[in-house]
């Protein structure tokens, strides 16, 4: 029988559990806790969608800078009167017999220009300030990538345990069913022999029966359970997951050593706490772009530009006339931009932005607080469930020792069987209550090591 012993040692009075297994069948080639963390934190989707956030914002810093680089366009027209504009002009020295008016076209047939322009931004408060917040959102993207790193690895942990603990139900059931298959037989065989009733011996099949029950209800849920588990690691359902760790292997994977560093713990080590701060940080730039707003805007520019007319299409042609040459042109000069007025539109973004600073503020003195909290609840959680799980090994032992010597009466003819379907039920409750104390003690580990912020890869 699948039985669980714990083992407490100090070091550096600091409680440790060791989970011991008597008996733990293991599925060679699987894959264990380390190996499906592990491959979480490179399929999980939500992980993935937050590298993409980093990326993204590392673009934007790029895209952020270019506006503060030099801007060069090039550009060229090309046009063609199909009829020439013109204008009536007064003849001022009329000769007898001439009109009064005189239509004159200005332009010739074919026009065609070519420029090069550049653009320098010279000064802006609010794209210096832009630039400087483009850089801290690429760590508020870290920041939040760290966090969904780690939330990846509670859940995959959690999705992990609860499959080896529902496999660990089933063989204390298959090791009981086992147990009572014999003893249901040998009652039978008194039967027919004429030695028992036949009441003892349809307890004993119920008791059985139930047994397969419950063995088949589990083993439906472990099938449940490990699709829950591939969705949290990221990984296609119709792929074939076969699971090494037992509850034994999990507990030494996740170690209680920081428990002694405990009066040194701070809510700031916590990933949710840099998210909170740096939406504060973010802010306050925010904030500050809004008034760097009120400064004036200064842009520097050149621009060169080549310019033709001509009576006919004759590019192609060579030795024309001083009317048909490029005409060049430069230019250079500043252009400044100050919003005098702006309809109080600035002091509003202002005021909203400083409502979500305080907000912002609030909720990250509301995190230290549940922070706080939940490392003490997760650190008193872990006492106690250690000492369940030492309380419960206890019934179990003594479970197992009162089944073993209800047996040992039945076989020498001074018990009945329903002392021994009552002993079974008992040992059978024992062991279910030790099982979801070990888990709870398991679990407990995880929710401290996510309360205190420390990966558990």
């Known amino acids: 029988m699948a039985l669980f012993a714990i083992s407490e040692t100090q070091s550096q009075s600091v409680d440790s559990t060791k989970i011991e297994l008597i008996t733990t069948p293991t599925v060679k080639n699987g894959m264990s806790l380390k190996e499906a963390i592990n491959y979480a934190l490179q399929n999980n989707p939500e992980l993935k969608k937050s590298k993409f956030d980093v990326s993204i914002s590392r673009e934007t810093v790029k ?241 060169h530009q080549q310019m033709t007319m001509r009576p006919e299409f004759n590019f192609f042609e060579s030795n024309l006339t001083p009317n048909n040459n490029w005409i060049p042109s430069d230019l250079f000069g500043l252009q400044i931009q100050w919003t005098l007025f702006d309809g109080l539109n600035a002091q509003s973004k202002i005021r909203e932005v400083q409502y979500k600073i305080d907000k912002a503020e609030v909720d990250l003195k509301a995190f230290e607080n549940a922070a706080s909290m939940e490392w003490k609840n997760a650190q008193n959680t872990y006492n106690i469930q250690l000492e369940q799980a030492a309380n419960q090994k206890a019934n179990l032992d003594l479970a197992q020792d009162i089944y073993d010597k209800t047996q040992i009466k039945f076989q020498e003819g001074v018990g009945s069987t329903l002392e021994i379907t009552q002993a079974e039920s008992e040992l059978k409750n024992a062991q279910i209550n030790y099982l979801n104390a070990v888990y709870d003690l398991v679990l407990a580990k995880i929710d401290y090591h996510k309360a205190i912020g420390k990966p558990l890869n």
């Open 63 to 303: 895209q952020t800078v270019a506006i503060g680089l030099p801007q060069v366009t090039a550009s060229g027209a090309y046009q063609h009167y199909n009829r020439i504009p013109g204008n009536w002009i007064k003849n001022f020295a009329p000769t007898p017999g001439a009109p009064e008016y005189i239509f004159l076209q200005f332009q010739q047939q074919i026009n065609s220009t070519g420029t090069l322009g550049v653009n320098q931004l010279l000064f802006d408060g609010s794209y210096l300030v832009g630039l400087k917040a483009t850089k801290q959102f690429v760590d508020m993207s870290k920041f939040l990538e760290a966090k969904t790193e780690y939330d990846v690895q509670v859940n995959v942990s959690k999705a992990y345990l609860m499959v080896a603990s529902t496999r660990m139900n089933i063989e204390l059931l298959e090791s009981n069913i086992a147990v009572l298959e014999k003893s249901t037989s040998d009652v039978k065989a008194l039967y027919e022999e004429g030695f028992s009733e036949e009441l003892d011996y349809k307890r004993l099949q119920l008791s059985l029966n139930n047994l397969k029950v419950q063995k088949q209800k589990l083993e439906n849920a472990v099938e449940m359970l490990i699709n829950v588990l591939k969705l949290q690691m990221g990984m296609d359902l119709t792929e074939s997951l076969e699971l090494s760790d037992d509850i034994k292997s999990i507990d030494e994977y996740i170690r209680m050593s920081d428990i002694a560093n405990a009066s040194s713990w701070t809510p700031s080590v916590r990933p949710e706490f840099h998210v909170l701060n740096q939406a504060i940080t973010l802010g306050k730039l925010d904030k500050k772009r809004y008034q760097m707003g009120y400064l004036p805007k200064l842009v520097g520019f050149y621009q």
